[in-house]
């Protein structure tokens, strides 16, 4: 991987107690290289003066899953919602620099936002499933979007990968706000799915789950890289450690280091990412 | 593109389009309002302000000689008005939100009152007139008086008041509760002390807000008999005897005397049909409206004036 | 020593605390002893039955009879008039404002709408009556009279609408963001946000904002008594001067009404009609609002 981000800080010294990361079980193998699908090139994104995220550059690789990790207010959430330009609705929000997905610029003017999104799905911090079935909640993004196929049954396979059909399908008419916090998690996943997208953006999605929804979360996130570009968001680094393929750490609006997982948790090029990732601060 | 594209067809188009005039519509509506508002203030200023003058504020109305009256009776009969209605409804209003949000049990009971208050901030304000009408006028024979009235008027707002209250004294923040029972307040001294002068603005702003909707009631007034043409201020037959004693006495007459506020008067104008009496009708209009942007413009600057007093 | 002092105080604080409270609710028992006291010898003169199903309103001229119906018939008329107006309008100005507009705008825009609220309706029935019927109805419709429902209805809702504007403004602001981002992240537009999500999500709010402004409509009364005139009369044209609940209580307070009259009873009845009415649809809106604050909350 290309390390940007690396070039302007000073050179750094490893230390002795860098591969002491206890929490990573395995080092785990270093993936197979695929072509890059998003190319983040010297982004800042600015709300009014406030700079939150500082000329970052990133390629997130094809059918991998990129876990950005960093304290809060690190800038990892803004950055992930300017790939689908979700920051568009903010008020006195800046960008520099270029997101390009597909090799084309997402700020182009030519490029319509819901071409973008229709592509790049995003999973939120919360549930947030709407007022409405089950059914409607998955079925609802592709019948805006004019779906030719077939609605129920694509459904029926977005709720299948998302590994919530088992529990629903008896159930589709029922409201969805009456399904449990992970199930709805699941749901929003499915409904992201449905759309038939590339990529999926996951904001913290467990950050409001109880540690067995957690799991089933992550194994599905597992499944998903079979198909699909995923990009997680996390301040839980044991989570980035289980399902990541590469992992960026960011702070104080900074890409500090980006590699494959097992690498940055055994052996940080960087002090900072190795004082965070042994629980130093953060 | 990517290969999911095939199974879309998107329609981007049309659904732009049908958003673009759906944005329009709204936009179109929402300026409309302010045009609405706009030719409404042009009307009445044009055909007010021919008769417009200082002295139109100084004389009475006529019958007679439209051209030359005047405001007198209604202005200091909305100023009566208003001043009782506010010493009767702030009071009682404000304690019956210090009561239900600092005092009352959690039960059926308050649950009750509160329902209460919600339905009668929904009764037209006619039906409170028939209410003065039967209990203050005819009742307790306070007959059409500026006291008949301002005990109405201050029933009619008084729902206002304790929501607008209720919800100032709400937004107090908990922990300035605890800190004042921490150190051993009573639940009165902490209401006293912490808890009302932090909701203060709040309360003053909606206070406000009520009393101006008060000064423009017109209905309730009709029903007691405020509607008459008055060719007297209250009190202002009345001779004050002197000291306290006397001023109390002429106060007591003055609340006694029949009245005539500004809306009642811009009424009894509009009524009529020829175009003199319009035009009175539109300059009466000026002077409400004054009054009331005068009263709202306080609201702003006392609120701006308490927010900076409070650290 | 103090301390039977202070309890004493704090007691008797609680007591007055409490009676201001109380005032609201012998408030409403005091309306309604009222109404019904004064009604009743009125149904004794006239049948609940003759009264409600009545055709013909003549309380003031011989012969006289008291059907209820005309007045009704003018009332509701005016009121879905407005609301007719006033629904679109309100909720495009809601939606406008809370899914639109920049907050700039918003901040320029409420208070317009307020000051809209805060004028006394008794200067809507001038505009109705010096503006409306002669500059606009009249001149499209030349047989519109001088007093019509019409003018009533289009002054009513420009009255309501700021009502409804700022209700629904602030159901739709309680729909959380997070169904906003998740409907736009599904390739949504605005509008598809706004009316497939963010509506149906403040849907019984916006019901609710629509009831109280159509109590408000029904109750309304000096624009109405202005605007529409004093003809009690049962017909479905617009043009035509037509009386309602209210603007014949407002009538026969006019005139010297001498007291314990069936005139005079009479208007207790009317007010009591128009206090069922309205208090049933307030109830309603109330349920929906709480309705609406436990979804969200």
Not at chain 1, 157 to 175: I, M, N, R, T
């Amino acid at each position: 991987m290309k390390l940007t981000g690396l070039e302007v800080r000073p050179p750094m010294t490893r230390t002795a107690d860098s591969v002491r990361t206890s929490f990573v079980v395995e080092p785990k193998p270093v993936p197979e290289r695929t072509p890059s699908v998003i190319s983040i090139d010297r982004l800042s994104v600015l709300y009014g003066t406030h700079v939150a995220v500082k000329e970052v550059s990133m390629e997130i690789a094809e059918r991998r899953v990129t876990a950005i990790i960093g304290p809060s207010g690190c800038g990892k959430s803004t950055l992930l919602r300017s790939i689908n330009r979700m920051n568009d609705f903010i008020a006195g929000i800046g960008f520099q620099g270029a997101i390009r997905f597909r090799g084309r610029d997402i700020r182009d003017p030519g490029y319509d936002p819901i071409d973008l999104r229709r592509s790049v799905g995003m999973v939120f911090q919360k549930p947030n499933p709407f007022p409405k079935s089950i059914y409607r909640n998955v079925a609802w993004g592709a019948a805006i979007n004019g779906y030719r196929g077939d609605l129920t049954q694509l459904v029926e396979d977005a709720l299948k990968k998302a590994a919530l059909w088992e529990e629903v399908k008896d159930k589709l008419s029922q409201s969805a706000l009456a399904l449990s916090g992970g199930q709805q998690q699941r749901l929003c996943i499915a409904r992201a799915i449905a759309l038939q997208p590339e990529v999926l953006l996951m904001d913290e999605p467990c950050s409001a789950l109880d540690p067995i929804a957690t799991a089933r979360i992550e194994d599905l996130i597992d499944k998903l890289k079979a198909q699909y570009t995923v990009v997680l968001v996390t301040h839980n680094m044991q989570q980035a450690g289980r399902v990541s393929d590469y992992t960026a750490f960011m702070y104080m609006g900074e890409l500090i280091e980006m590699d494959a997982t097992g690498r940055i948790f055994t052996n940080p090029q960087v002090r900072k990412t190795q004082d965070y990732i042994t629980g130093r601060f953060g | 593109m990517s290969a999911s594209d095939a199974l879309f067809e998107p329609r981007k188009q049309r659904r732009a389009l049908v958003a673009r005039l759906f944005h329009a519509a709204c936009v179109l509506i929402t300026g409309g309002a302010v045009v609405v508002l706009g030719v409404l203030l042009y009307r009445v200023w044009h055909d007010g302000s021919e008769l417009l003058s200082l002295e139109f504020l100084d004389r009475f109305p006529s019958q007679i000689t439209p051209e030359k009256a005047g405001v007198k009776s209604a202005l200091w009969g909305t100023v009566w008005l208003i001043g009782l209605t506010a010493a009767v409804a702030i009071p009682t209003g404000v304690g019956a939100a210090v009561y239900l949000q600092e005092y009352a049990p959690r039960n059926a009971f308050t649950r009750l009152i509160q329902l209460n208050i919600a339905n009668l901030a929904g009764v037209p304000s006619i039906v409170y007139g028939l209410l003065g009408l039967a209990v203050f006028v005819r009742w307790l024979r306070f007959d059409r008086s500026v006291l008949s009235g301002s005990l109405t008027m201050s029933l009619l707002i008084l729902p206002v008041v304790i929501i607008a209250s209720r919800e100032a004294i709400a937004a107090v923040p908990n922990s300035i509760r605890e800190a004042a029972f921490a150190l051993g307040a009573t639940r009165w001294q902490t209401v006293r002390h912490h808890v009302l002068p932090a909701a203060a603005p709040g309360i003053l702003t909606g206070v406000i807000l009520s009393m101006a909707r008060a000064m423009g009631e017109t209905a309730p007034l009709i029903m007691i008999g405020a509607l008459t043409y008055i060719r007297f201020v209250p009190g202002g037959t009345h001779e004050a005897a002197p000291g306290l004693a006397g001023w109390v006495g002429w106060f007591g007459e003055a609340i006694r005397d029949p009245f005539v506020v500004l809306p009642i008067q811009i009424f009894n104008w509009a009524e009529q049909a020829q175009p003199i009496f319009h035009k009175l009708a539109a300059a009466g209009i000026v002077v409400l409206l004054t009054v009331m942007l005068i009263l709202n413009g306080a609201a702003v600057v006392l609120r701006a004036f308490w927010q900076r007093k409070q650290p | 020593m103090r301390q039977p002092l202070r309890k004493a105080r704090e007691g008797l604080i609680y007591g007055v605390l409490l009676g201001c409270a109380l005032v609201s609710v012998v408030t409403m028992l005091g309306i309604i002893t009222v109404l019904v006291s004064e009604s009743v010898p009125f149904f004794r003169e006239v049948s609940v039955w003759s009264y409600l199903t009545g055709t013909r309103w003549s309380a003031l001229l011989e012969p006289r009879t008291f059907g209820v119906l005309p007045l009704l018939a003018g009332t509701v008329q005016v009121a879905c008039g407005a609301l007719a107006l006033a629904v679109p309008v309100g909720l495009g100005a809601a939606i406008y404002l809370s899914e639109y507009a920049s907050p700039r705008l918003r901040t320029l825009t409420k208070p317009i709408l307020e000051i809209l609220a805060g004028v006394p309706t008794v200067v809507y029935g001038y505009f109705a009556l010096t503006f409306i019927t002669p500059d606009i109805l009249q001149r499209i419709f030349p047989a519109a009279e001088v007093f019509n429902a019409a003018s009533a209805a289009i002054v009513v809702g420009i009255m309501i609408v700021p009502t409804i504007a700022s209700l629904c403004d602030d159901a739709l602001r309680a729909v959380p963001r997070s169904l906003r981002e998740g409907a736009y992240a599904l390739a949504a537009n605005r509008l598809e946000v706004t009316a497939r999500v963010v509506l149906p999500g403040a849907f019984s709010g916006v019901v609710a904002a629509v009831l109280l402004a159509l109590a408000r409509a029904l109750g309304e009364t000096m624009a109405v008594t202005l605007a529409a005139g004093m003809t009690p009369k049962l017909t479905l044209n617009p043009l035509t001067s037509v009386q309602t609940l209210t603007s014949y209580i407002v009538q026969v307070s006019l005139g010297d009404t001498p007291h314990g009259t069936i005139e005079y009873q009479s208007i207790f009845a009317v007010a009591l009609t128009l206090f069922l009415i309205t208090l049933t649809i307030n109830v309603i809106a109330q349920r929906m609002i709480r309705r609406f604050r436990e979804e969200y909350d």
